[in-house]
């Protein structure tokens, strides 16, 4: 079979999955889900599952992970589990209010989130679209409806619950909200994931989202988050993956940022199977501000691949973006970093930078840094650099009587701690560098009862 033959099979396994279940997924939904899943499902088709001739996907070719059989949940699965006791991502200290959704849906016992600002609100997507939808129409699919990336029209035909959450202007969100994405099942399962954060104006809020599994099942999720970050508002988005190394996700992110508005997103991968983060930022009002830091930790046969795009669309905006990966073994790496700045986006500043520590011949990353500059008053720069050790670092430590290993350990805690330090939660911060620190040495970092295999 070619590799387009295998396209055009995969394409029509989902859609007659689709239309196998259309009933399923209307029932297990809301009408504003609902109302989108016709024209989505016609968008996928044209693209279909991409693989290594689509330039976005060109080192990451997903027809091999969607291709195989898994189990579709379009209908909540009970499940029981103590989250008093299990999956706070065991950092000490770290005072959040949790929620927990497994395989895509939100836990129904989940206790309801008392302390809460005024207005504030944080549940189930499903269900508040279903009891206040006004909260959910003027935003669902506003951003994530204009990408062309047909895995987001899969989700979006697909998508029956998720997270959600809504800062009315003004309110300050002093906890982060810790959000618990759990695999969990004893069969290879199939979750559809959409999220929606708003964060009204000149309000402030942190959200932690930490996937994990709880078996060594194979899994494979596609997640969507839309977010919309408003005028004065300040916003950080923290995500720890940390799954088993048989699941795979696709993890799509969009960010649109008012005036003045102030962006922190933070993705740390610790352990997966293979993990494709895309993360597109529309910077829509003068004077906002977007940080993006990213790392990843590789080894055996993972695959991480990185994917963002900034668009400066208006004049006046920073964006500073940051992503350093270690890879191990037969790992492999991607990043690519797209920033446009648009016609008369002028006094853009955009800054972009991918630095890579391969330990061993076998592992690889590609990388690719863009910049499509159509304003002539900005200052913008991107770089890349792939490599080894510093072996003259290594040999000053070791000429102080520190071991090799621990030398090395030294070194690579130093090149990951320039994107941990920019974590704005000091008990996350310090719990982030522990685990990277055990990620080197090449323990597991168990949260809990979650299976690293």
Sequence with gaps: MTLTANKVALSEKYTELFYANRSLLDEGSSDLLNRMREIAIKRFEQGGIPGFKNEDYKYTNLERVFGKSFRHLFQYQPVDVDLNEAFRCDVPQLDTDVVLLVNGWYYAKNQPLSNLPKGVVVGSLKQIANEQPVLVKNY???????????VVALNTAFA???FFMYVPDQAVVEKPIQVINLMRADEPVFATQRNLIIAG???????????????SSDFMTNSVTEVFVGQDAVLDVYTIQNQNNQANSVNSSFFRQEANSNLLSSVATLHGGLIRNNLKVEMAG???EANLYGMSFTDKNQHVDNFTNIEHAVPNCLSNQVYKNVLDEDS???FTGRIHVVRDA?????FQRNNNVLLTDSAKMNTKPQLIIDADDVKCSHGATVGQIDEEALFYLRARCIGEAEARMILMNAFAHEVVQNIRV???RDRIDELVEKRLRGELARCHACDKN
């Design 201 to 215: 104006k000149n309000s402030q809020a942190k959200v932690i989202f930490c996937d994990h599994t709880m078996s």
């Design 140 to 150: 669902l699919n506003r951003q994530a409806g204009l990408s062309e990336d047909p």
């Design 160 to 162: 029956q619950d998720g």
């Design 426 to 428: 000091e008990p996350l």
């Design 332 to 334: 492999v790496g991607a």
């Design 346 to 350: 002028q006094n853009t500043n955009a």
């Design 286 to 288: 003068e004077h906002a």
